[in-house]
T-cell receptor, first 114, second 113 residues
């Protein structure tokens, strides 16, 4: 069966510090991978998606970046965090060969920027 | 513009009661519609998925309906339980859009004893 992991689960960082959030998927190959952010009490906002190693598409301009160094690893980074980067970050995967194309979400990382 | 609107934003019901959550969308061309349940501090979990030709889908006490003509969907929860307290998110997928999803803002449901 497939599983998706995210770490860390929670993170408190000062403004201006760097960020690295990691997401890994097990039990599937060539998944589409997604990074979402959810502000408190708000809906999910797609940040990045990737259809393959080294292929990253950005949905919104921001000071965040994403990388996919391996097939089942997706990393969200920032060189300098802003207060507005606080939120709940969710990674998701999807099997593009399956027509029902359901996205499966990880447990999330709660980031607080002080 | 592709949008998904949900109502109500929040809802409080007593344990054992039924409730219905609404979702209206303008996403086009339509591929499928999902309802997700998101417990506080957790990732969303898929409850149901419906394509254009399906107008009802059940998952235990959850029943989703879809009217593709009016672009409306509802999620009916029967005999609510305390564990149903969560946010329910309506998500619409666009055909030929690389599996991109448009998320509604969610309905926050609280079930009280």
């Amino acid at each position: 069966s497939q599983t998706i992991h995210q770490w860390p689960a929670t993170l408190v960082q000062p403004v201006g510090s760097p960020l690295s959030l990691e997401c890994t998927v097990e039990g599937t190959s060539n998944p589409n991978l997604y990074w979402y952010r959810q502000a408190a009490g708000r809906g999910l906002q797609l940040l990045f998606y990737s259809v393959g190693i080294g292929q990253i598409s950005s949905e919104v301009p921001q000071n965040l970046s994403a990388s996919r160094p391996q097939d089942r690893q997706f990393i969200l980074s920032s060189k300098k965090l802003l207060l507005s980067d606080s939120g709940f970050y969710l990674c998701a995967w999807l099997d593009p060969s399956y027509t029902r194309d359901t996205q499966y979400f990880g447990p999330g990382t709660r980031l607080t920027v002080l | 513009k592709n949008q998904v609107e949900q109502s109500p934003q929040s809802l409080i019901i007593l344990e054992g009661k039924n409730c219905t959550l609404q979702c209206n969308y303008t996403v086009s061309p339509f591929s499928n519609l999902r309802w997700y349940k998101q417990d506080t501090g957790r990732g969303p979990v898929s409850l149901t998925i419906m394509t254009f030709s399906e107008n009802t889908k059940s998952n235990g006490r959850y029943t989703a309906t879809l009217d593709a003509d009016t672009k409306q969907s509802s999620l009916h929860i029967t005999a609510s339980q305390l564990s149903d307290s969560a946010s329910y998110i309506c998500v619409v997928s666009r055909r030929n859009a690389g599996n991109m999803l448009t998320f509604g803002g969610g309905t926050r449901l609280m079930v009280k004893p």
